[in-house]
């Protein structure tokens, strides 16, 4: 719809604002971008990592990813639920884990971006045309590839770095990190560690442990649909992902008076979970190897380790309407923000230590989920 005329694209904006409670439409200038960027991906990224993206970033995400990836090899050697060969298993997939920090060098190869869109012809003056010419060859790109033998190290499976977003593949068994999520509130060169590993290091660990959330399991180190696990840890899985179900599903968005879906966020909330106990380990060998931090200037009275769950936090700061919020969690498979922090954060031991929570309190309860 976003090349049809006014009148069409009202009855989208329509519903859309009737989905969200919206009461405004996008800019037309916000459409038209969005528009651009998603086909010329390759090509926005390019000039994105040319103008933005900091090297010495990369090297900090690539220290980090090393260290949180150590801590889950650590977690799947001490878990006591898993047996010898199941575990084996699984740490040959973390091994096998492939990883995509920023962008792909070749996206800063012209002739490269220029032979991906040689069929494509646009035109300023023509969208609606362009709409039927960008149709065509991404349907012409798609068929190409039928016949191909399938390259799961593409770069152009990795060619959008101009987004504020991580991903993991199970196809691919691949953690990705665009450029574009290395700022703001995940990532900053210039802070302190602890800032670093509460914020993109527990997005790390998150995206590490999909790889063994309820649906990356059933993927084995290759990407491929297999069944690796003996009978009993996958019973045992199980029995502990039931906790995380029953947990978020108890929780009440009050606003509007509707309960999570435990089920369908499932796989989320064990990422969440399992991601940031890698993370908050992870930081606590970064301090081994190179010393305490001093405190946080404006924040001095938290601790670098309060800081560090203070920095996640902030991560899920959220606002939702209640017609999207009631959205969210009818069809999402994200818990809405704050749950994504209350959850993780009341089932960590760390958590209640560094902030002297109460056993039996609300943020330390005595019945903890825990899968990794």
Known sequence: LGYF?????????????????????????????????????????????????KEDAKRSMVEMVKD????????????????????????????????YIGYPDELLQVDLLE?????????????????????????????????EKVDKTDWKRHDTPAIVNAFYSPIENSIQFPAGILQGNFFGSDRPAYMNYGGIGWVIGHEITHGFDDSGRQFN???????????????NYLSKAQCII???????????????????????????NGGIKEAYKAYGSWVKRNGQEPRLPGFSKFSPKQMFWISAGN???????????????????????????????????????????????QMNPVKKCEVW
């Open 5 to 53: 005329t006014e009148a069409a694209r009202k009855v989208q904006e329509d519903y859309g604002q009737e989905l969200s409670g919206s009461t405004s439409k996008s800019p037309r200038w916000k459409t038209c971008t969005s528009l651009a960027s998603g086909i010329f991906s390759s090509v926005v990224g390019n000039l994105y990592v040319q103008k933005h993206f």
């Open 315 to 361: 991560t899920w700061c959220s606002k939702y309407r209640d017609f999207a919020l009631e959205r969210r969690i009818r069809t999402g498979a994200h818990s809405p923000g704050p749950f994504r922090v209350k959850g993780p954060f009341s089932n960590s031991p760390d958590f209640a230590r560094d902030f002297q929570c109460p056993l039996g309190s």
């Open 221 to 235: 180190d290759n990407g491929n649909l297999a069944q690796w696990w003996q009978p009993e840890a996958e019973e």
């Open 68 to 99: 949180i990836r150590k801590e889950m090899e650590v977690i799947l050697g001490n878990i006591d639920w898993m047996d010898a060969k199941t575990r084996a298993k699984a740490q040959d997939k973390l091994r096998s884990m492939k990883e």
């Open 115 to 147: 032979e991906v869109y040689k069929d494509l012809e646009v035109s300023p003056m023509a969208h609606f045309q362009n709409g039927i010419e960008i149709g065509k060859w991404s349907t012409a790109y798609v068929w190409s590839k039928m016949r």
């Open 246 to 272: 029953w947990q978020y599903g108890n929780y009440t968005a009050e606003s509007i008076n509707v309960n999570l879906n435990g089920i369908n966020t499932q796989g989320e909330n064990i990422a969440d």
